[in-house]
């Protein structure tokens, strides 16, 4: 899959949704389960193994990022696109924490 470089993220309705795929590392260091919401104003829910987490998702100058709590989470989210399929990509700054999803 190729980056969207041309194409911008231009807010964060340009990638709500329900989103599933995987988290890694998971609980015993392999890929474990993840599910994603975004809403357009920016809500986030994500959900994997026994972790639930809130927060939001900020996009500026087509870029997006993420803030995810109780557990502090944050990091980019980077959209990819390959023949009308799309991915995003969550990557933490902080944390060994990288999710790949796709539209549910």
Do not use: C, K
């Amino acid at each position: 899959m190729r980056a969207v470089d041309g194409a911008p993220i231009d807010g964060t309705s340009a990638i709500a949704g329900t989103w599933t795929g995987t988290v890694t590392p998971g609980r015993w260091g392999l890929a474990d389960p993840f599910n994603l919401t975004i809403t357009p104003d920016g809500q986030l829910t994500a959900t994997w193994d026994s972790n639930t987490a809130w927060g939001t998702v900020t996009v500026r100058n087509g870029q997006a990022s993420f803030e995810m709590h109780p557990m502090l989470y944050e990091g980019t989210i980077r959209l990819y696109e390959d023949g009308g399929r799309r991915q995003l990509i969550l990557d933490d700054r902080w944390q060994p924490f990288t999710a790949r999803v796709v539209p549910q």
